[in-house]
Each structure stands twice: as structure tokens, then as C-alpha cells.
């Protein structure tokens, strides 16, 4: 099974190709890193290598520090108003002379049709929804499901002289 892509651009006439762009996920091993330049295409490159390897029934940990990533949990197949409305930003929105209303509908028929010029609709996004478990960590946060890796560091509340075994097993664990 290969890993869909996307399909090929030319970059003299500024336009999209009919040639698809297959990857063959076997070149994966067990680690990958993705480098470029600002606005190179690194974080796309990353979500459809991610999207493809959920569908494919791959396995991924995702180690995100600047937060572009935590988008690959949302999904909207029936490109509604209503499903894009709790993530426009109200103030953005004003200042294009827009209810938060209007700019969800703009912003879901401007995904709808985006996705639909690669070949993608409603179908592939209701089996990317329902591909895998989407569960994101953020540490010293509550914006998704908290981790403390202080709180393994701290001194137990333990007598050592009656506890001497199992703390020396903590302190090799830790």
C-alpha cells in the first residue's frame, strides 16, 4: 500500500499537475525528521505523511513543541458552517468585515473546495476520522490531556529506613 501525497506542481507555470505523487511507506523505518526552510512546506509534508500512515493503520507519536500539528484531530466531512465556527478567530473575522458566521462558511467552501481540487471529499475525511485514537499531550497545559513529568521527580513521602527497597527500585525506575 503506498501513501498518497498529493499530486505534482510545476513551479515554472504555477500550477497543479494530474500526476499523483505516491510514497512508499516501506522507505519508513522507525524515526523521521523533517527539515527546511520557513514556509518550505514542512509542517504539509508532515500532516499527509501522518494522515496517510493513520489510514494505513500506522502507529505514530507525534512530538510537536510549536503546536501545528494538533490540527490533525479535527475533522469536518460534512463541511459545515457549524463544524468550522469554534475555530475562526472573531477578531480576524471583524477585521475582514465578517460575522464569525460568514467567515466559518467562507473557510469550510474554501476547504471543501481545496480538498476536493486533490481529489479528496467527505469520504476520505470520515476515514481519516475514524482511522485512529487521536489523544494529544500537552505538558503544563490543560488545552488537551495534561502530562506533570515534574511530579515524578518529587521526593516521596516515604521513611527510607522502613522503605529502603522500594524507594532504590523508584530511583532506578525514575
Known sequence: ?????????DQESRKGLDEILYYDPSDLTTHAMITGMTGSGKTGLGVGLLEE????????????????????ALHFPQFSQQDFEPWIDAEAARREGKSVSDKAAETAAMWKKGL???GMGSEQITAL?????YAIYTPG????IPVN???SFEVPDLPWKENSEALRDFISST
Do not use: C, Q, R
Not at 500500500?1 to 506542481?9: D, S, T, V
Not at 500512515?53 to 490533525?72: E, R
Not at 476520522?129 to 485514537?133: L, P
Not at 497545559?141 to 488537551?144: F, P
Open 53 to 72: 500512515a493513520a489510514l494505513h493503520g500506522y502507529p505514530a507519536i507525534i512530538v510537536d513543541p510549536k503546536g501545528d500539528l494538533t490540527n490533525l
Open 116 to 118: 476536493a481540487d486533490w
Open 1 to 9: 500500500n503506498m501513501f498518497y501525497l498529493g499530486k505534482l506542481y
Open 141 to 144: 497545559s490543560s488545552a488537551g
Open 129 to 133: 476520522s475514524e482511522a485512529v485514537d
Open 149 to 151: 513529568i515534574m511530579a
